[in-house]
């Protein structure tokens, strides 16, 4: 027989759907025959056989997803049963639902069946936890059906002050479980239908729009995006609530987690996610089999993606947009792997840094992005099908052009750490960015209601317009002059004056400014030359340089020039006299001229200082 998996177009039981073929894919039995077509999954034997293949699959994905263990957790070992056939006690680590599947099924372990706890001792008077005193009637009564002569509370007892789990001279150890377990450790195991006779229809899936033999109701568990009783975000928004799901949508939705990329969770209670989106499962699976060199699961089981980026790594922030962003930095240079790893040459390859191979070789267009936080339990804060990864990627492609002109060095302009990157002259260093990005004058002050750091505001909100492809050199110019505020003292902006240049002309029209080059040019060559007058007439202050930012209108800012060119004698660019500087274009030359003045006055003021010292 064969037994079809159609393609619903929902975004997360399609990606259950490639998530089911890439799990499988090293244990499929002979019997067995399965494809992905582009608008179907099947599956080919008899029937015994696809029940059988069925269920071994869905308890291997119980044990590995939704039951998972850390390195700590396995180290640690606290959780034990009863092993009746061997007659002892066992140890196993205490386990959590791992990546997304913490999003599907994150209620409590069974225990199943064993020996119950004496109630009358059970209890810690302070606590209200169990103590680990078996009920002496259970006790007996669960040893003979073993033939176990010997008392099971002792061998209890034993067990724990051998593991180390008890101490003498210590409480009793509490057992965290209604039951004493036997058998087997507890599990968490999604309740669901893993076959039905679809012969004989008990209606028809809402999702697939197929005839199944047996439905459940939309409850949140199993799709999480999907208006149902207990729906966080909707994907589906004619739905009345009262719709109902099939049993092989429902089966297949809880392999979604195998293939998304996350961070946090296990432990974090904060957790985003990255699943692929295609039009077709054959592409969805060719996405999903192109991400597989960018997996690296962390012991903690906290993260199955490398961050590479130090500023990012290494911050207590879990903000979504730095999560996101360090993702698809991964998979910009997953991209660069094909490539030999080489960076491009010059800005006009920028435009079509995405080859046509690429795409065909399975470079993912489009993502669900998920943002979740763990209350009482897990929460969707937010969720979106995100279809700009191209434009992301050609970004990043341009932060990383070879630039000829540039000398390697270990440390760079007013003492920065030098550039960890593996090419020896880049563009722009994005590591640095970040940090640039962060406002050491904000550090010790406390956090906003969303519990985001005060120093890392303006961070986070320069990575949201940067997923959202909105301009950020009003924040820049701004957070540029609140880190410099303090007179004596230079904070290094260098890389946010590049990251200007690379990303705000995306944002430029014909009509708003012709020549881009001649525009920043000039931009730049006044700031410049607003900086070197004042910091040799000044007295090394930047008095004036805060003056000049104050000037919001162009006649202000002109008048400010004016002043300058008269005391100081500064040197105007030509262009500006031909037209160059307009109204309709004032607040990117003004952010620009900033800027480029605030850099060159702390390179000066730095140069001084190494002299005087």
């Known amino acids: 027989m064969i037994l079809r998996f159609p393609q619903t177009h929902n975004p997360w039981v399609d990606a259950g759907l490639i998530g089911f073929a890439q799990f499988v894919e090293l244990d499929i039995p002979p019997a067995v025959g399965l494809r992905v077509l582009p608008d179907r999954l099947e599956l080919e034997g ?19 997803w939704y039951n998972a263990s850390s390195a700590k957790q396995k180290e640690e070992s606290s959780g034990y049963f009863f092993d009746p056939e061997k007659r002892r ?15 599907l099924f994150d209620a409590a372990a069974r225990d199943y069946e064993g020996p119950a706890w004496d109630s009358k001792k059970d209890r810690d008077g302070k606590t209200g936890q169990e103590t680990s005193w078996l009920d002496p009637a259970q006790a007996r009564e669960w040893a003979k059906k073993v033939g176990l002569k010997g008392d099971l509370q ?8 051998e593991s180390g789990l008890w101490q003498k001279d210590k409480a009793r150890p509490k057992s965290g479980t209604k039951v004493m377990l036997w058998g087997r450790p507890n599990l968490r195991i999604p309740d669901i239908e893993l076959w039905a006779d679809d012969a004989k ?3 028809v899936c809402s999702l697939s729009g197929e005839a199944v033999g047996a439905l459940s109701d939309i409850d949140g568990k199993n799709f999480p995006f999907t208006v149902g009783k207990s729906g966080h975000v909707n994907f589906t928004p004619d739905w009345g609530g009262n719709e109902r799901v099939g ?10 987690p195998v293939a998304a990329f996350w961070q946090g969770g296990h432990g974090d209670p904060h957790l985003i996610g990255a699943l692929p989106v295609a039009s077709d499962l054959t592409t969805l699976q060719r996405n999903v089999r192109y991400l597989q060199a960018m997996l690296h699961e962390e012991p903690s089981l906290q993260s199955n993606f490398e961050v590479k980026l130090k500023p990012l790594r290494y911050s207590n922030s879990k903000e979504p947009e730095e999560r996101f962003i360090a993702f698809f930095e991964r ?10 790893d080489e960076p491009l040459e010059d800005f006009s390859e920028y435009e079509y840094f995405t080859l046509p191979e690429e795409i065909n070789n399975g470079a993912p267009t489009a993502f669900l992005l998920v943002e979740a936080h763990k209350g009482a339990k897990w929460g969707i804060k937010h969720a979106e099908v995100y279809q700009d990864p191209i434009y992301l990627l050609r970004l990043f492609s341009r932060m990383y052009v070879r630039d000829p002109n540039a000398k390697h060095s270990a440390s760079g302009e007013n003492g920065e750490e030098g550039d960890d990157r593996n090419w020896q002259r880049v563009q722009l260093n994005f ?8 406002d050491p004058t904000r550090h010790n002050k406390r956090g906003g209601q969303d519990g985001t750091p005060p120093s890392l505001l303006t961070r986070r909100l320069v990575l949201r317009h940067l997923l959202g492809k909105k301009r950020v050199l009003p924040v820049l110019v701004s957070h540029a002059f609140s880190i410099n505020r303090e007179s004596g003292k230079t904070a290094a902006i260098s890389e946010l004056l590049k990251f200007a240049e690379i990303y705000e002309p995306l944002f430029w029209s014909k009509d708003m400014i012709e020549n881009r080059d001649q525009f920043l040019k000039a931009a730049k060559e006044l700031g410049e030359h607003v900086a070197i007058v004042v910091h040799q007439h000044d007295n090394g202050r930047k008095n004036r340089l805060y003056k000049l930012r104050r000037a919001l209108t162009l006649p202000d800012f002109l008048r400010e ?53």
């Open 46 to 64: 008899e029937e015994e056989a696809l029940k059988a293949f069925l269920e071994t699959q869905f308890q291997r994905l119980v044990a590995e």
């Open 89 to 103: 006690f066992q140890r196993f680590g205490k386990s959590l639902p791992k990546g997304l599947a913490a999003l």
């Open 154 to 161: 002792s061998l209890l007892d034993s067990f724990l002050l």
């Open 201 to 203: 229809p008990k209606g």
């Open 247 to 256: 049993w092989k949508a429902a089966y297949m939705s809880l392999f979604a």
């Open 331 to 340: 998979l910009f240079h997953l991209t660069l792997q094909a490539r030999n």
């Open 431 to 438: 590591s640095r960015f970040l940090h640039q990005l962060w």
């Open 561 to 613: 020039i004016n002043t300058l060119q008269e005391r100081f004698g500064l040197t105007v660019p030509d262009e500006l006299a031909a037209g160059l500087l307009a109204p309709q274009n004032y607040d990117e030359f003004r952010g620009f001229c900033l800027l480029s003045a605030l850099n060159k006055f702390n390179k000066m003021s730095y140069a001084k200082s190494k002299q005087g010292a």
